[in-house]
């Protein structure tokens, strides 16, 4: 990727395909990917429930600002954020100031099949998943469109399907002047 700004930060709800996409689209742009929920859990030795149960909702928060801040302070990373990290304005500066911020949309019919088994994430633990959905949504859409310098819409393709189409996306971006460079470790294209 020819540009000032290196980093790549997916956000979006949850489900909305930012650690299963975010991985592939490391690989296509020649990333290190890192999940912050996943690295959360690894630096804690906790899951996300279990921060949630003894530390509440804003110990959680502070913790991932501190460790966004870690992440997003390194070169050439592609960050999966928590869904919640838009909350605060002080995370979505910090993403806008130190890389491309990708807003991976998706609708909330799309959420509950993809989160239909999902019994970990403690903000979804409720008797009425889809008006908790909506209710995140409220909030939280306009967030994520307000950060992005970018969004892009997940649909029922495959995740290297849609991985690809995010790379080409995010290089017509970054480089407007040659929109066909190819990202690394993938085909050059045919003009």
């Known amino acids: 990727m020819a540009h000032s700004q290196q980093n790549i930060f997916l956000i979006g709800p949850m489900g909305s395909g930012k ?29 996300v429930s279990l921060i949630f149960d003894i530390e509440g909702e804003a110990g959680f928060r502070q913790r991932e600002t501190r460790l966004l801040d870690e992440l997003s302070a390194r070169s050439d990373v592609l960050i999966a954020t928590g869904g919640g990290v838009v909350c605060f304005e002080e995370n979505r500066r910090m993403l806008r100031a130190r890389g491309f911020v990708v807003y991976l949309k998706t609708d909330i019919e799309q959420q509950l099949l993809r989160l239909s088994k ?12 889809m008006q908790r959905l909506q209710e995140l949504a409220r ?41 066909h460079i190819a990202p690394a470790n993938s085909e050059p294209q045919n003009k």
């Open 19 to 47: 650690t299963t996409i975010g991985k592939q689209l490391a690989k296509l742009l020649g990333l290190t990917f890192f999940d912050c929920d996943h690295e959360l859990e690894r630096l804690t030795g906790a899951s």
């Open 118 to 129: 999902d019994k970990s994430r403690p903000l979804l633990q409720a008797k009425d998943r």
């Open 139 to 179: 909030v939280r859409n306009p967030l994520y469109a307000e950060t992005a310098d970018l969004v892009f819409n997940t649909r029922k393709a495959s995740i290297y399907a849609s991985a690809k189409a995010l790379s080409l996306a995010i290089n017509e971006q970054l480089n407007p002047l040659n929109p």
